[in-house]
């Protein structure tokens, strides 16, 4: 079983409108209510593409219950836990420009903590867990250190994609995956990486920690794939984009649902890809039939 994991989901409240200016009243002319958060979003994907997944982590409120509903409308399994607090709304606006406003996680309790960590200790060898998305300061890293270890015992392959110092502190771990995008590669170092080579260099000092596979997204110029034995780098299908929103996440469940039938991580690199891509070309995330039509375009040379 693929269970994903967002500690902060969100309402992606979407608005398009023709300018957005700041310090004005602004009026949108389309609106949408996605629901959000890493994890969410690539057990949503995933499910568009065929494959089952539970998705777990936090939410409350009746923002939590919206999403919560409109997963299981979907046909994604939920196993949330519950807590206390609204779960957050993401304002996206889509204007000239793509601005964003993303709301802090929620306080968890001790007990609340613990139900996750049990429900982690109940997969079992060749599951996954996919933990995605913001990690509040207010827990300690040794949790998430703690989860990572319990995967580690059990043979489940333990999949990241956060970042600041969660992720600082997190690549320690010998994880299957994770995907920063340029800019968090780059904190991860102290450094801004502006170059296919630099990028390159600090993904294969990722493999030094024990990373199997290290995916480093660059929005409209494509990717790099990085393992013990390959050295890959994908160029993007171009296209109209519409809402960049959630295509990392879709590279993250696109390499997953494909890896996980044939353990090709190239194939599953294209695949990968192809989802980002169909994913920026459309408002809400990407389908199977978006992701087909472009896997011819998405080209993988060796670095
Ligand atoms: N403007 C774009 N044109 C085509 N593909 C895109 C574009 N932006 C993102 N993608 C696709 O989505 C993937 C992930 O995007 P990226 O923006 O790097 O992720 P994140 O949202 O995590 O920062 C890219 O590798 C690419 O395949
Ligand atoms: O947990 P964070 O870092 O605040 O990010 C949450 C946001 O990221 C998203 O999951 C989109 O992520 P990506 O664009 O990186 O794929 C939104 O749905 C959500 O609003």
């Given at each position: 079983m693929i269970y994903t994991c967002t500690i902060t989901p969100s309402i992606d409240y979407t608005v398009y409108l023709a300018a957005f200016e700041n310090g004005k009243l602004n009026r949108s002319?389309?609106?949408?209510?996605?629901?959000?958060?890493?994890?969410?979003?690539?057990?949503r994907v995933l499910n568009r593409l065929g494959v089952k997944s539970k998705a777990l982590g936090f939410t409350g409120g009746f923002t939590g219950s919206y999403i919560e509903e409109f997963l299981q409308k979907e046909g994604v399994d939920t196993d949330f836990i519950e807590t206390s607090e609204i779960t957050r709304i993401n304002i996206k606006i889509k204007a000239d420009k793509e601005t964003e406003l993303n709301g802090p996680g929620p306080k968890l309790t001790e007990q609340q903590l613990l139900v996750l960590t049990n429900k982690v200790k109940g997969m079992k060898t060749g599951d996954w867990f996919i933990l995605a998305g913001s990690l509040p300061i207010s827990i300690s890293d040794s949790y998430f250190l703690d989860l990572a270890e319990i995967c580690r015992e059990n043979g489940v392959h333990f999949v990241l994609d956060?970042?600041?110092?969660?992720?600082?502190?997190?690549?320690?771990?010998?994880?299957?995956?994770?995907?920063?995008?340029?800019?968090?590669?780059?904190?991860?170092?102290?450094?801004?990486?502006?170059?296919?080579?630099?990028?390159?260099?600090?993904?294969?000092?990722?493999?030094?920690?024990?990373i199997k596979h290290v995916i480093v997204s660059m929005g409209g110029d494509g990717a790099l794939l990085v393992t013990k034995d390959l050295s890959l780098r994908a160029k993007a299908p171009t296209g109209l984009v519409i809402n960049t929103v959630g295509s990392g996440d879709s590279l993250v469940s696109g390499f997953i649902a494909s890896y996980s039938k044939d353990e090709n991580p190239e194939k599953a690199f294209r695949y990968g890809v192809a989802s980002g891509s169909a994913t920026a070309f459309r408002s809400d995330l990407c389908d199977q039939q978006g992701v087909e039509v472009l896997l011819e375009q998405v080209e993988i040379t060796p670095i």
């Amino acid at each position: 079983m693929i269970y994903t994991c967002t500690i902060t989901p969100s309402i992606d409240y979407t608005v398009y409108l023709a300018a957005f200016e700041n310090g004005k009243l602004n009026r949108s002319e389309e609106v949408y209510y996605y629901p959000g958060g890493k994890g969410i979003n690539v057990s949503r994907v995933l499910n568009r593409l065929g494959v089952k997944s539970k998705a777990l982590g936090f939410t409350g409120g009746f923002t939590g219950s919206y999403i919560e509903e409109f997963l299981q409308k979907e046909g994604v399994d939920t196993d949330f836990i519950e807590t206390s607090e609204i779960t957050r709304i993401n304002i996206k606006i889509k204007a000239d420009k793509e601005t964003e406003l993303n709301g802090p996680g929620p306080k968890l309790t001790e007990q609340q903590l613990l139900v996750l960590t049990n429900k982690v200790k109940g997969m079992k060898t060749g599951d996954w867990f996919i933990l995605a998305g913001s990690l509040p300061i207010s827990i300690s890293d040794s949790y998430f250190l703690d989860l990572a270890e319990i995967c580690r015992e059990n043979g489940v392959h333990f999949v990241l994609d956060t970042s600041g110092q969660a992720l600082k502190k997190l690549t320690k771990v010998p994880c299957f995956l994770i995907k920063p995008n340029l800019e968090e590669l780059g904190e991860l170092f102290d450094t801004e990486i502006t170059t296919i080579k630099d990028a390159h260099h600090y993904a294969r000092r990722l493999l030094e920690n024990g990373i199997k596979h290290v995916i480093v997204s660059m929005g409209g110029d494509g990717a790099l794939l990085v393992t013990k034995d390959l050295s890959l780098r994908a160029k993007a299908p171009t296209g109209l984009v519409i809402n960049t929103v959630g295509s990392g996440d879709s590279l993250v469940s696109g390499f997953i649902a494909s890896y996980s039938k044939d353990e090709n991580p190239e194939k599953a690199f294209r695949y990968g890809v192809a989802s980002g891509s169909a994913t920026a070309f459309r408002s809400d995330l990407c389908d199977q039939q978006g992701v087909e039509v472009l896997l011819e375009q998405v080209e993988i040379t060796p670095i």
